[in-house]
């Protein structure tokens, strides 16, 4: 295990009000070179052109002067300037208390109408990912993942993003074609942006914070899926979602582990995990009947890899290459899903038993990455 280090709480209290946070900007910037990091990455150096197109944020003030961070400043600081190691926040919270919530894989219905709105909150959240592990999740609405989203090809989707964090956060949904710079830009604590954009595509698809340095953001647990239905819906089937994702994990202090950022840039995790929670799905199975149609959604969010998904016992008879319902294969074992990646893969089993589905590079697989499918006659 790493030798300890000092992690934010020991500068951010509970509180994560704007005011707040700015009172205590410049201790903590000051003592925590991550966060100074993270901030400077989002302070323009010039007047942000983003304010004469883009829906202005909520909240007026000279903070909301934000542009999109650059993520090639995570080159800059694994160069020389590598933060001594957690970026995350360990909220006050007493690690006991704290649950394991299964987070339910099934995708939820579409919403009626062509306009979707969704909002999301960033919470600085203790989240338990299994029996032994609590870590201070930097999250979209308190869960690592965040909320499934669903929309249809073709929708409207207006989106608002509020940030009740300590640091700057945003977001950067791959189902848009948009200007990043306007669009996924910053959000400072207390304020709100918003957008909005039309997916062009079916599929399943990574959303992530995109705020510099990004693999700490996504690697906090700031990412979760969107699913695109076609145009004409697909066969009927029972229809799931896996995000894949790594933990890079502090020691513990006070029972809440805190993100690694130097792990991080090793790319060996602690745990590999579908939504969250690794082998939560081998603790209590996801379950389907004989004969139904299966869907998985698979998503890698990564930070850094990505998933060879496969199921033990069976073959996918329909891999969706790109967008569903085109692009298809047949017959199938194992296929990657890219990092920053999402795939469709469909199966129907014809005997009762027990599936494990995995990701079949065992060294990910052994960490997290593996879940039961119970098929029940
Ligand atoms: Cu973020």
């Keep these: 295990m790493p030798t300890p280090t000092p992690i934010l709480p020991d500068f951010i209290a509970q509180s994560t009000t704007r005011r707040g946070f700015l009172s205590r900007a410049s201790t903590l910037l000051a003592a925590v070179p991550i ?3 993270a901030l400077a990455a989002c302070t323009p150096s010039k007047p942000d052109r983003s304010q004469a197109s883009a829906t202005p944020d909520t909240a007026t003030s000279s903070a909301t002067h934000l542009q ?11 160069a020389g300037n590598a933060p001594p190691t957690s970026g995350a926040v360990a909220p006050a919270a007493t690690p006991a208390d704290i649950p394991f919530h299964r987070y339910d894989p099934t995708l939820p219905p579409l919403s009626a109408g062509r306009t979707k709105h969704i909002a999301m909150t960033i919470r600085e959240a203790p989240v338990r990912i299994n029996a032994d592990t609590v870590v201070a999740g930097w999250t979209f ?23 009740n964090g300590s640091i700057p956060h945003s977001m950067d949904f791959h189902a848009s074609q948009i200007d990043p710079k306007t669009a996924f ?57 896996l995000i894949q994702n790594e933990f890079y994990l502090a020691r513990p202090q006070s029972g809440i582990a805190a ?13 590999v995990a579908f939504n969250g929670g690794p082998g939560q799905y081998q603790i209590e199975p996801i379950r389907v009947r004989r004969h139904e149609r299966v869907r998985f959604y698979v998503v890698s969010a ?76």
């Design 68 to 78: 999109n961070p650059d993520s090639r400043l995570d080159t800059s600081l694994h």
């Design 302 to 377: 990564g930070p850094t890899h990505s998933c060879a998904f496969h199921v033990v016992g069976q073959q996918f008879d329909t891999v969706y290459l790109g967008a569903p319902p085109g692009n298809a294969i047949h017959g199938v074992q194992t296929f990657d899903v890219a990092a920053g990646g999402g795939m469709v893969f469909e199966l129907q089993v014809d005997v009762a038993g027990e599936f494990p589905f995995v990701n079949h590079a065992f060294g990910h697989g052994q960490k997290g990455a593996i879940g039961v499918l119970v098929v029940e006659a």
């Design 185 to 241: 830009r910053s959000a400072l604590p207390g304020h709100s942006i918003s957008y909005t954009f039309t997916p062009r595509y079916a599929g399943a698809f990574l959303y992530h914070c995109g705020t510099a340095p990004v693999l700490m953001h996504i690697g906090s647990g700031m990412f979760g899926a969107i699913i695109v239905d076609p145009p004409t819906p697909l066969a009927p089937a029972r229809e799931f979602v």
């Design 259 to 271: 993100f690694d950022y130097n792990k991080m840039l090793s790319t060996q995790p602690d745990y």
């Design 141 to 163: 609405d308190g869960t690592i993942p965040g909320p499934i989203v669903h929309v249809r090809q073709g929708d409207t989707v207006e989106f608002t993003l509020t940030n």
């Design 35 to 37: 966060a100074e990091a």
